[in-house]
T-cell receptor
Framework: KQEVTQIPAALSVPEGENLVLNCSFT??????LQWFRQDPGKGLTSLLL?????REQTSGRLNASLDKSSGRSTLYIAASQPGDSATYLC???????????FGIGTKLQVIP | DGGITQSPKYLFRKEGQNVTLSCEQN?????MYWYRQDPGQGLRLIYY???????QKGDIAEGYSVSREKKESFPLTVTSAQKNPTAFYLC?????????????FGPGTRLTVT
């Protein structure tokens, strides 16, 4: 059974700092991994999707990497801003429409 | 704009009553999902549907029911059999393209049962 762990559970940083969020998964046989952002009381917004054959994806100040063999993905946020404050979740797609496993998330606070 | 709508945003019910949460998508996606989110826990899959008139139980289907009569719609009924229905419910759809699955989420419905 796929298990997804996100570390740290919470993170507080000053504005402007670069930071890394971690996601690890136990079964390396994945189709792809997707990073989401969730604001309080809201739905999930897709940030980046990395296919199993890819090593990284970039969108603006965000960069996500994937090391399938070691079961790890990182989300790098450059020059953090208060507007980045949210919970970040990773989701691993292991095969089939039902095989999606989510981490609990990392709650990020960027202090002005 | 393409997307997923869920209504209502907040829902309050008395214990023992059934309640139906709405989910509509105009993304032309075949697959749709219902998740439940509780504090300190990851999203848990309630039901999913790959095509019209077909749906499968997820990890926590007990006390819930769904229908999929139209591609665009996937309503979730929380029945009185659900022991702890107060939670945040998220509807999602997904597409499979180029060897990857990508999920899209609605804004969620917060259900409170007293």
């Amino acid at each position: 059974k796929q298990e997804v762990t996100q570390i740290p559970a919470a993170l507080s940083v000053p504005e402007g700092e670069n930071l890394v969020l971690n996601c690890s998964f136990t079964d390396s046989a994945i189709y792809n991994l997707q990073w989401f952002r969730q604001d309080p009381g809201k739905g999930l917004t897709s940030l980046l999707l990395i296919q199993s054959s890819q090593r990284e994806q970039t969108s603006g100040r965000l960069n996500a990497s994937l090391d399938k063999s070691s079961g790890r993905s990182t989300l790098y946020i450059a020059a953090s801003q208060p507007g980045d404050s949210a919970t970040y979740l990773c989701a691993v797609f292991s095969g089939g429409y039902q095989k999606v496993t989510f981490g609990i998330g990392t709650k990020l606070q960027v202090i002005p | 704009d393409g997307g997923i709508t869920q209504s209502p945003k907040y829902l309050f019910r008395k214990e023992g009553q059934n309640v139906t949460l709405s989910c509509e998508q105009n993304l032309n996606h075949d697959a749709m999902y219902w998740y439940r989110q509780d504090p300190g826990q990851g999203l848990r899959l309630i039901y999913y549907s790959q095509i019209v008139n077909d749906f499968q139980k997820g990890d926590i289907a007990e006390g819930y029911s769904v229908s999929r009569e139209k591609k665009e719609s996937f309503p979730l009924t929380v029945t009185s059999a659900q022991k702890n229905p107060t939670a945040f419910y998220l509807c999602a759809s997904s597409t499979y393209f180029g060897g990857a699955y990508e999920q899209y989420f609605g804004p969620g419905t917060r259900l409170t049962v007293t």
